[in-house]
């Protein structure tokens, strides 16, 4: 089945630096990669998605590039504030049932 | 629009007792999941349900657990009996069409502690 990666585990920068997340995904047939934000003990959020016909998309400071052929995405957000502080999770889409399975999260802290 | 509801929103319970939690998804959403998210992990699909049918329950321990969504609405998912490593948030999410590209949204979760 689908296994997903995410790094790094833990990512802290300044107020108004770039932050990169990384995800790679095993299963070539996955078309959908979502992005998912979660604030400590709320429900996750999408905050992106792109689908494997495309690859980049952006919506203001956030933006997801997909590799098809490296089997990797990435989530890429500029000008970060401290409100952007979260977990943020990848996923991928595998099958026909839009069966998503996870990364690992990545902790972002955005310092002031 | 009204979001996916869950209830309880906690629970507490020692190990080999049964608990249920329910979930209501957003009026119209045919899919329904159920997602365990243990402490520090990403969460991790149990059970899919397509109407009032599962089309995807393979990660599911169904010696202890069991799952379902009676005339296509709302869905109840059942440990019993629990142990300690089932302590999780349990999170409910739901979706308009199941094939394709579609977001899930996802339930405020049940947190359970088992003891």
């Known amino acids: 089945g689908e296994n997903v990666e995410q790094h790094p585990s833990t990512l802290s920068v300044q107020e108004g630096d770039s932050a990169v997340i990384k995800c790679t995904y095993s299963d070539s047939a996955s078309n959908y990669f979502p992005w998912y934000k979660q604030e400590l003990g709320k429900r996750p959020q999408l905050i992106i998605d792109i689908r494997s016909n495309v690859g980049e998309k952006k919506d203001q400071r956030i933006a997801v590039t997909l590799n098809k052929t490296a089997k990797h995405f990435s989530l890429h957000i500029t000008e970060t504030q401290p409100e952007d502080s979260a977990v943020y999770f990848c996923a991928a889409s595998s099958g026909g049932f839009q069966k998503l399975v996870f990364g690992t999260g990545t902790r972002l802290l955005v310092s002031p | 629009e009204a979001g996916v509801a869950q209830s309880p929103r906690y629970k507490i319970i020692e190990k080999r007792q049964s608990v249920a939690f329910w979930c209501n998804p957003i009026?119209?959403?045919?899919?329904l999941y159920w997602y365990q998210q243990i402490l520090g992990q990403g969460p991790k699909l149990l059970i899919q349900?397509?109407?009032?049918?599962?089309?995807?329950d393979s990660q599911l321990p169904k010696d202890r657990f069991s799952a379902e969504r009676l005339k296509g609405v709302d869905s109840t998912l059942k440990i019993q009996p629990a142990k300690l490593e089932d302590s999780a948030v349990y999170l409910c999410?739901?979706?308009?069409?199941?094939?394709?590209?579609?977001?899930?949204?996802f339930g405020p979760g049940t947190r359970l502690t088992v003891t």
């Open positions: 349900f397509q109407n009032n049918g599962v089309v995807d």
């Open positions: 999410a739901s979706s308009l069409v199941y094939r394709g590209a579609y977001e899930q949204y």
């Open positions: 009026s119209g959403h045919a899919t």
